[in-house]
């Protein structure tokens, strides 16, 4: 069992800042991919970042240059800096961690979701 714990969110004005945090645990995780995926009301859910563990990192066109994606390998641990927010950037947030448990079983995680409200 691989658990997700997310933390960060909250209500913000437009122009402000947030730091999204999403730790793993579990048995001997080898943690590859981690990323932030985010859902709109009454829409679907879509990417907002990710990050290999190498550091490779790939962003939506709608937030690049606002929002930074950065990880601890040692803290299995993924974080979403999110300056410049706008009205359009609420929703909510997901963490999603992809690697292996164990040493043989892979898998695919979703955290329980943070709200994130940018609103005057």
């Known amino acids: 069992q691989v658990q997700l714990v997310e933390s960060g969110g909250g209500l913000v004005q437009p122009g402000g800042s947030l730091r999204l945090s999403c730790a793993a645990s579990?048995?001997?995780?080898?943690?590859?991919?981690m990323g932030w995926y985010r859902q709109a009301p009454g829409k679907q859910r879509e990417l907002a970042a990710t990050?290999?563990?190498?550091?490779?990192?790939n962003y939506a066109d709608s937030v690049k240059g606002r929002f930074t994606i950065s990880r601890d390998n040692a803290k299995n641990t993924v974080y979403l800096q999110m300056n410049s927010l706008k009205p359009e950037d609420t929703a909510v947030y997901y963490c999603?961690?992809?690697?292996?448990?164990?040493?043989?079983?892979?898998?695919?995680?979703w955290g329980q979701g943070t709200q994130v409200t940018v609103s005057s």
């Open positions: 999603n961690v992809q690697g292996v448990k164990l040493g043989v079983s892979a898998f695919d995680s």
């Open positions: 579990g048995n001997r995780l080898s943690i590859a991919a």
């Open positions: 990050i290999t563990r190498s550091g490779i990192t």
